[in-house]
């Protein structure tokens, strides 16, 4: 075949990659720039204003306690939300494999129910839910014999609760990933385990985890990379409180950003997330060439 | 027993999952004020739509609603365009660093939107686009992710197929048009239904750009709703419901093609 011609390259691929261009890949460039600036509320009336303040953005973070706190509860979210929602994914997906269980097809639909719902709308449900005195969690958790329990209102709770919510969310998406995963281990593996006489957890442990490694790593960094960017349930539940414990670094941002108009800062912000977005990508990477070897 | 085990817990998984939605429903159909009783209603009494009605009379969701379909169908339309014309070029077409710049577009899929927003959004107020549809619209034409799927997809279209057709004397766009995009349709939906629910769903996007009221989508409006009628619990159901439910139909019709496409996303490139 000979090389297309460049007139129907442009026509083709011109304008998705103008588009990415224009609206993604300059706006990139473009912050990192305005993370070295002052941009605020009177430079964008006047950009005479505006000026290079260095790496002033990124040293002032260190020293904003806001700027730690967004910081830590943004990782008790990933860190604790992240590996609850993959362990919960994993079960479901070994569940419904299982060839004991019927009507495989309603119970994938149902758990995969909140996935495709809105975000904010299911949130505001869960607001409800949680309501201290009328919610339906305490009522259930009361025939526990557990007491109430002031779920949005308490500091200790609210990143629990926000947690519980998105592992309900979202376990669904990624269970879907693994049920593909698991039907790719050959069916011979477990029936030669099995004449040896080996246990359902020793099959779990030496066959079913080892096959999923590769899902697994995928669904590891796609579900660090989306809980890393948390804001609309913090946003909608809490507006990041109470005393500041659901306040997340993408809702930090916004409101530096969109609300006090300090771009160069905000856009700092938002550079530092990347950076540990990547970082937190890499040592994946790192994990599954070593588990390779 | 095990059989027993097995169904009891998947059943209680299902329960858990579908409780929220049937007290979202139920609560929404229930007189105002009982949704907060104790011990909690899970049924209503007698079924009231007042709120639906107070939602589209005097709360104008309708507004919303149109809002939200608009947006979410122009970035479906625009999109699956713009995407399966560059899918379908990286795929098929034969031009220098090709793979190289495909691989550059799928590294840089790690860097998180939020970094782009300020200067975006920057950008549109200067084009005069802020609280017009387009400032949803135009950025969200391209997606790598798109690109990516349509191209995967392409792989599996016979050169062979393509050379005939220009052995009979067809133009690229008319290959495209005639040969390529039959031949993808079921990607296309895939991709049509991340496209519509993507955007139906998104909520910071919608925020930032969408400054006047009358421009709201429906989960931004249904954010602000709150803030006024926090204590409705009632009415904030019935929004819920109705913000919730286009998105819902669409994949129930489509879940086949949602499905598929996740996988295909999931495997490496």
Same mark, same amino acid.
């Given at each position: 075949?000979?090389?297309?011609?460049?007139? =129907?390259?442009?026509?083709?691929?011109?304008?998705?990659?103008?588009?990415?261009?224009?609206?993604?890949?300059?706006?990139?460039?473009?912050?990192?720039?305005?993370?070295?600036?002052?941009?605020?509320?009177?430079?964008?009336?006047?950009?005479?204003?505006?000026?290079?303040?260095?790496?002033?953005?990124?040293?002032?973070?260190?020293?904003?306690?806001?700027?730690?706190? *967004?910081?830590?509860?943004?990782?008790?979210?990933?860190?604790?939300?992240?590996?609850?929602?993959?362990?919960?994914?994993?079960?479901?997906?070994?569940?419904?494999?299982?060839?004991?269980?019927?009507?495989?097809?309603?119970?994938?639909? =149902?758990?995969?129910?909140?996935?495709?719902?809105?975000?904010?709308?299911? *949130?505001?449900?869960?607001?409800?839910?949680?309501?201290?005195?009328?919610?339906?969690?305490?009522?259930?958790?009361?025939?526990?014999?557990?007491?109430?329990?002031?779920?949005?209102?308490?500091?200790?709770?609210?990143?629990? *609760?926000?947690?519980?919510?998105?592992?309900?969310?979202?376990?669904?998406?990624?269970?879907?990933?693994?049920?593909?995963?698991?039907?790719?281990?050959?069916?011979?593996?477990?029936?030669?385990?099995?004449?040896?006489?080996?246990?359902?957890?020793?099959?779990?442990?030496?066959?079913?985890?080892?096959?999923?490694?590769?899902?697994?790593?995928?669904?590891?960094?796609?579900?660090?990379?989306?809980?890393?960017?948390?804001?609309?349930?913090?946003?909608?539940?809490?507006?990041?409180?109470?005393?500041?414990? =659901?306040?997340?670094?993408?809702?930090?941002?916004?409101?530096?950003?969109?609300?006090?108009?300090?771009?160069?800062?905000?856009?700092?912000?938002?550079?530092?997330?990347?950076?540990?977005?990547?970082?937190?990508?890499?040592?994946?990477?790192?994990?599954?060439?070593?588990?390779?070897? | 027993?095990?059989?027993?085990?097995?169904?009891?817990?998947?059943?209680?998984?299902?329960?858990?999952?579908?409780?929220?939605?049937?007290?979202?429903?139920?609560?929404?159909?229930?007189?105002?004020?009982?949704?907060?009783?104790?011990?909690?209603?899970?049924?209503?009494?007698?079924?009231?739509?007042?709120?639906?009605?107070?939602?589209?009379?005097?709360?104008?969701?309708?507004?919303?609603?149109?809002?939200?379909?608009?947006?979410?169908?122009?970035?479906?339309?625009?999109?699956?365009? +713009?995407?399966?014309?560059?899918?379908?070029?990286?795929?098929?077409?034969?031009?220098?660093?090709?793979?190289? +710049?495909?691989?550059?577009?799928?590294?840089?899929?790690?860097?998180?939107?939020?970094?782009?927003?300020?200067?975006?959004?920057?950008?549109?107020?200067?084009?005069?686009? +802020?609280?017009?549809?387009?400032?949803?619209?135009?950025?969200?034409?391209?997606?790598?992710?798109?690109?990516?799927?349509?191209?995967?997809?392409?792989?599996? +279209?016979?050169?062979?197929?393509?050379?005939?057709?220009?052995?009979?004397?067809?133009?690229?766009?008319?290959?495209?048009?005639?040969?390529?995009?039959?031949?993808?349709?079921?990607?296309?939906?895939?991709?049509?239904?991340?496209?519509?629910?993507?955007?139906?769903?998104?909520?910071?996007?919608?925020?930032?750009?969408?400054?006047?009221?009358?421009?709201?989508?429906?989960?931004?409006?249904?954010?602000?709703?709150?803030?006024?009628?926090?204590?409705?619990?009632?009415?904030?159901?019935?929004?819920?419901?109705?913000?919730?439910?286009?998105?819902?139909?669409?994949?129930?019709?489509?879940?086949?093609?949602?499905?598929?496409?996740?996988?295909?996303?999931?495997?490496?490139?």
């Amino acid at each position: 075949m000979k090389k297309t011609t460049f007139s =129907t390259l442009a026509l083709f691929l011109g304008p998705g990659l103008a588009v990415l261009l224009i609206f993604f890949f300059l706006p990139v460039m473009a912050a990192f720039i305005l993370s070295f600036t002052d941009f605020n509320i009177y430079s964008l009336g006047n950009p005479d204003y505006l000026r290079f303040v260095g790496f002033d953005n990124y040293m002032k973070l260190f020293s904003d306690d806001m700027f730690w706190t *967004a910081l830590k509860n943004t990782f008790y979210f990933v860190i604790a939300g992240g590996p609850l929602s993959i362990a919960a994914s994993l079960g479901a997906a070994i569940l419904l494999n299982s060839k004991l269980i019927r009507f495989k097809g309603i119970f994938r639909l =149902t758990y995969f129910l909140p996935v495709v719902t809105t975000l904010v709308a299911v *949130a505001i449900v869960w607001r409800y839910i949680y309501h201290p005195r009328y919610g339906l969690l305490n009522y259930f958790l009361g025939f526990c014999g557990i007491d109430p329990l002031d779920w949005l209102g308490d500091p200790h709770l609210a990143m629990p *609760a926000i947690i519980i919510m998105a592992v309900w969310k979202n376990f669904g998406y990624n269970m879907i990933i693994f049920i593909a995963g698991l039907q790719n281990i050959p069916e011979e593996l477990y029936e030669a385990a099995s004449l040896e006489g080996a246990s359902a957890w020793q099959k779990f442990r030496n066959i079913t985890l080892p096959m999923l490694a590769p899902t697994t790593i995928f669904i590891t960094i796609i579900t660090m990379i989306g809980y890393f960017q948390l804001f609309a349930e913090p946003y909608v539940m809490t507006q990041g409180g109470p005393l500041n414990s =659901t306040l997340s670094i993408v809702l930090y941002m916004y409101q530096e950003g969109f609300r006090w108009w300090n771009i160069g800062y905000s856009t700092a912000i938002a550079f530092s997330l990347f950076i540990i977005i990547l970082i937190g990508t890499v040592i994946q990477f790192r994990v599954q060439k070593a588990l390779e070897k | 027993m095990k059989k027993i085990l097995l169904y009891s817990t998947a059943i209680f998984v299902a329960v858990i999952t579908f409780l929220p939605f049937l007290w979202m429903i139920s609560a929404s159909l229930m007189h105002q004020g009982q949704a907060n009783t104790y011990p909690p209603r899970l049924l209503p009494e007698s079924i009231d739509t007042s709120h639906y009605y107070k939602l589209f009379s005097s709360l104008d969701l309708s507004g919303y609603l149109v809002n939200s379909v608009v947006i979410s169908l122009g970035v479906t339309v625009f999109s699956l365009l +713009i995407n399966s014309m560059g899918g379908y070029a990286f795929a098929k077409f034969r031009f220098r660093r090709k793979d190289t +710049i495909f691989n550059f577009l799928l590294t840089s899929m790690i860097i998180p939107g939020q970094v782009t927003m300020l200067p975006v959004f920057l950008t549109l107020k200067n084009m005069g686009l +802020i609280n017009t549809y387009w400032a949803i619209i135009v950025p969200g034409m391209a997606s790598i992710f798109g690109i990516f799927l349509i191209r995967q997809y392409c792989y599996s +279209i016979p050169d062979s197929l393509i050379e005939a057709a220009k052995m009979d004397g067809a133009s690229d766009f008319k290959i495209y048009l005639k040969v390529i995009l039959p031949l993808t349709k079921p990607i296309l939906v895939t991709l049509g239904i991340f496209s519509f629910m993507g955007t139906w769903n998104d909520f910071l996007w919608p925020l930032i750009v969408m400054t006047d009221s009358g421009m709201y989508t429906l989960p931004v409006a249904l954010a602000n709703l709150m803030g006024e009628h926090v204590q409705d619990t009632e009415l904030m159901m019935a929004g819920s419901v109705v913000t919730i439910l286009p998105v819902l139909i669409v994949f129930l019709v489509l879940q086949k093609y949602y499905i598929k496409g996740i996988m295909m996303g999931s495997v490496k490139g």
